[in-house]
């Protein structure tokens, strides 16, 4: 039996290539299933239901139990988005990297299956790390990273690339995947450390039928995308010159490289798409500072560079996607509804311990939609997917009302610590503005310097989430707008963690960035979505977007209320909130 099974996935191995259109791979080797993968990930969930868990999510993608990190080659194929996703199946720690698997047709509703990948080989025998999702000839096949130990690897490497394809490509849920035999198919290149050579993109097609993608790798203080070329993706040559590099920007993970319309629509366009009605953006995932940076530019085909619109915002030096805790993201292109789709990591902000205690760590954050500001072009904006909608139960509205420098205003929920939120403010009176530089330097800091537990001028204003009823828990979201003193202003956005949580173990920084406000424009708008845990905010439609972790001890689950507020001497007028109370999704085995 076993022998009949393992000669019909020879075979059904060596369909898929051909069907691939990927020459002379030969028969998959033998793969070895060293770890036990579903068993544990779904009869945990069970064991996991059984401890208090005021910290689980309800709407955000989360395995049953342990450490995950980063997303990696989600896609849509047959009728599913594909979730892939860094998953340790012995604790609730980073270690013994595997790729978990879910699927679901709406980016919301995840069915979990068995281990895509997992370490087996003497090329991935420490991990199976980051990587990307292509399409071949319509058929999807996945890079990733193989971390093995020095001393059982070939000539010292430790970081490798390697590829694996589907055993089953008429199966939508692609539930097996196997190693091709010519993996590692990429090694370090001569001068860079194999330590620091991974998390391959996703691929392109250039115009001369040559595919390409980006691996994160440094020389010394530089980060660099180090570019490849392959006629069959299998065999990979090394460009001249990395697709972009930056100095003293440090080790580059996961890098992702995409074209957006020029137009500003909001519709999303394949990863290999060039001319000149496309910009494209390069994210880099910097491993000093554990931030996602993008710049928006021009890749230059002829002779495969990407050139920052502005120097200045040059990818690990200007924009972050997120200015709270959001990480080694990656975005696709999703066909089904023709949009890009971004994925990030939301680490825990609490000590290991309370990982180890509550027997997972980290969620995905909710998946957002991508697209270039029209305002300003070296900005992408992003929003929550629509799918969201088919979460909303009871919807709590607040009308008109103006806010006067004090008392804070309930939202009357029924369940606080579910609940997407909009809420849109008129411009307020900017005259009386506290004069205050600000870059993107200082922000965070001013962010605890003007915290809504202080009165000031134009604010702060906006939003106390998971509160409790006294408020001594709370978590402020909220702008306070600034004057340069040359007649132009800035609004602080922050998400203040300050008072989150009573427990003192926590991180307690308040996040935030700025936005520059025109005397010209109407609303200031807020859409927070809270999720027992995290806090995602999205301030002037998407202009910056903020995650927090929080861990209230007194403001969980119906205790959770939400807040109006004004500690700003300038009256604020609140034009219309919006609360809509969310379902619990249930995430189990498909
Ligand atoms: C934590 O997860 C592990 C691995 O799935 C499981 O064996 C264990 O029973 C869980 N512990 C608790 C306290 O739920
Ligand atoms: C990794 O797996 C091995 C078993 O193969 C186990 O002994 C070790 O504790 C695990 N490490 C982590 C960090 O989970
Ligand atoms: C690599 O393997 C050797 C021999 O099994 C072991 O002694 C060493 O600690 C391992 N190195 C790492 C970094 O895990
Ligand atoms: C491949 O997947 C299809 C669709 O799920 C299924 O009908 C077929 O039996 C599978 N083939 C094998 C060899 O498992
Ligand atoms: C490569 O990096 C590792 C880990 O940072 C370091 O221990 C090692 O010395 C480096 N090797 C070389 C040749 O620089
Ligand atoms: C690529 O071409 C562009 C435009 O001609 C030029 O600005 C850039 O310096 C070139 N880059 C490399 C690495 O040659
Ligand atoms: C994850 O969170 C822990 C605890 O706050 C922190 O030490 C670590 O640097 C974070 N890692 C990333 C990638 O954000
Ligand atoms: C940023 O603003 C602060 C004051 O808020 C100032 O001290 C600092 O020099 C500024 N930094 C830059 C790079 O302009
Ligand atoms: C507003 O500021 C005062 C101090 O001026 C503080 O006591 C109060 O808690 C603040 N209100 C909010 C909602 O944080
Ligand atoms: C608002 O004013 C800014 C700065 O003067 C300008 O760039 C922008 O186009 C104006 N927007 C509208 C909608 O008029």
């Not at 370090?188 to 250039?206: M, Q, V, Y």
């Not at 971004?342 to 902000?349: A, D, F, I, R, T």
């Not at 427990?503 to 200031?524: H, L």
Request: aromatic letters at 12%; glycine letters at 6%; one cysteine or more.
């Amino acid at each position: 039996m076993a022998m009949l099974l393992l000669c019909c996935r020879a075979l059904m191995v060596a369909l898929a290539l051909l069907m691939l259109g990927v020459a002379e791979l030969g028969s998959a080797s033998h793969h070895v299933r060293f770890l036990a993968p579903s068993g544990s990930q779904l009869s945990a969930s069970a064991a996991v239901a059984a401890l208090p868990q005021p910290y689980r999510a309800s709407f955000h993608f989360q395995p049953p139990d342990n450490w995950m990190n980063d997303p990696n080659g989600p896609m849509f194929y047959k009728g599913y988005y594909h979730l892939f996703y860094q998953w340790n199946p012995y604790a609730a720690v980073w270690g013994n990297i595997t790729w978990g698997h879910a699927v679901s047709t709406d980016m919301i509703r995840w069915h979990i299956l068995d281990l895509a990948l997992l370490p087996d080989q003497w090329y991935d025998q420490y991990g199976c790390w980051s990587g990307s999702a292509t399409f071949l000839n319509g058929k999807p096949v996945l890079l990733y990273t193989g971390w093995s130990n020095v001393s059982f690897s070939r000539d010292n490497q430790v970081q490798m690339q390697a590829m694996a394809i589907a055993v089953n490509y008429s199966d939508p849920l692609l539930r097996q995947w196997t190693k091709i035999p010519q993996n590692p198919i990429l090694t370090a290149p001569d001068g860079i450390n194999s330590t620091k050579f991974r998390d391959p993109t996703t691929g392109w097609l250039g115009k001369d039928d040559k595919w390409r993608m980006i691996v994160g790798a440094k020389r010394k203080h530089r980060g660099l995308a180090i570019l490849y070329r392959s006629s069959d993706f299998v065999q990979w040559e090394k460009a001249k010159h990395p697709l972009h590099s930056v100095a003293r920007t440090g080790m580059w993970e996961c890098p992702d490289f995409y074209p957006m319309l020029a137009s500003a629509s909001r519709n999303g366009i394949d990863t290999s798409v060039t001319g000149p009605h496309v910009k494209h953006v390069l994210k880099v995932s910097l491993d000093d500072t554990k931030h996602d940076y993008y710049a928006v530019g021009t890749y230059v085909t002829g002779n495969d560079s990407f050139i920052p619109t502005n120097a200045k915002l040059d990818a690990g030096l200007g924009l972050r996607y997120d200015y709270g805790k959001y990480y080694a993201s990656k975005t696709f292109f999703d066909d089904n509804k023709g949009r890009r789709i971004l994925l990030g990591w939301v680490n825990e902000s609490s000590i290991e311990s309370a990982d180890i205690a509550k027997n997972w760590s980290s969620m995905q954050g909710f998946p957002r939609i991508v697209w270039l500001d029209a305002e300003n072009s070296e900005r992408i904006l992003q929003w929550p997917i629509d799918e969201i909608k088919s979460l909303y139960k009871q919807k709590n509205t607040l009308e008109s009302m103006r806010l006067d420098i004090g008392p804070v205003v309930k939202v009357k929920t029924t369940n606080g610590a579910q609940l997407d939120i909009e809420v849109d403010f008129a411009l307020p009176e900017l005259k009386q503005a506290e004069k205050l530089e600000v870059n993107a330097s200082s922000a965070q800091q001013l962010c605890s310097e003007r915290a809504s537990s202080r009165s000031g001028l134009v604010g702060p204003f906006g939003l106390l989430v998971l509160a409790s009823e006294d408020q001594s828990e709370q978590t402020a979201v909220f702008f306070y707008i600034v004057s340069d003193g040359r007649g132009s202003w800035n609004a602080l956005v922050c998400s203040d963690q300050s008072r989150s949580s009573l427990s003192t173990d926590p991180d307690k920084t308040a996040y935030g960035s700025f936005i520059p406000v025109f005397g010209n424009e109407t609303t200031m708008s807020l859409r927070v979505l809270v999720d027992h845990s995290i806090v995602e905010t999205f301030a002037q439609g998407g202009k910056v977007c903020i995650t927090s972790r929080v861990y209230p001890t007194k403001a969980i689950n119906e205790e959770a209320q939400v807040y109006v507020f004004n500690n700003g001497s300038v009256p604020i007028q609140l034009k219309k909130l919006t609360a809509w109370e969310m379902e619990t999704v249930d995430i189990g085995p498909f």
